[in-house]
């Protein structure tokens, strides 16, 4: 199981493993990278702003290490099993609520370019283009979604 921010809900509630480790723990093993870590930054949005004035890991960086724990998978079971693992696990992004509380509304950082209205239409694109651009990206090999 593989997942992209915050994650809600436990491994142990869906049978998985007691806790799901983070990927950038110094402490992870290899048994864990086969059966599921997190990539999580809490206070990361999809506005790149928000994780720079949270001083978080940005969705972009967490992209970046979940391509790196590809690489790594594939050195430690191959090819066929990353693909495997890849296509039948759980990924979730949970973003935007950190977007909206703090950037726009305590910092008022967006409040001058946006009213309410056209910061929410901004981080619905911001959000549609990261799921639709990077699923296509790391998953064109196992999914016919985003073949023409």
């Given amino acids: 199981m593989l997942l992209l921010n915050k994650f809600f809900f436990s491994a142990e509630e869906l049978g998985i493993k007691d806790t799901l480790p ?4 110094s ?8 059966t599921g870590v997190t990539f999580a930054s809490g206070g990361a949005g999809y506005d790149p702003l928000t994780s720079k ?3 978080v890991i940005s969705l972009a960086d967490q992209l970046e290490y979940f391509k790196e724990y590809i690489e790594k998978l594939k050195r430690l079971v191959g ?9 039948n696990s759980l990924y979730l992004v949970v973003a935007g609520s950190d977007d ?9 950082a967006r409040k001058l370019q946006y009213d309410v209205a056209g ?5 619905a694109n911001y959000a549609s283009t990261f799921v639709q651009v990077n699923f296509c990206k ?6 016919t979604t985003c073949r023409s």
């Fill in 119 to 123: 910061y929410t239409d901004l981080m």
């Fill in 53 to 55: 004035l949270a001083s």
């Fill in 79 to 87: 090819e066929e099993k990353t693909q495997f693992i890849l296509s």
């Fill in 27 to 34: 402490t992870v093993a290899s048994a864990d990278l086969i």
């Fill in 22 to 25: 983070a990927y950038l723990d």
């Fill in 100 to 108: 909206i509380a703090n950037t726009y509304f305590i910092l008022r």
């Fill in 138 to 143: 790391l998953f064109s090999p196992i999914t």
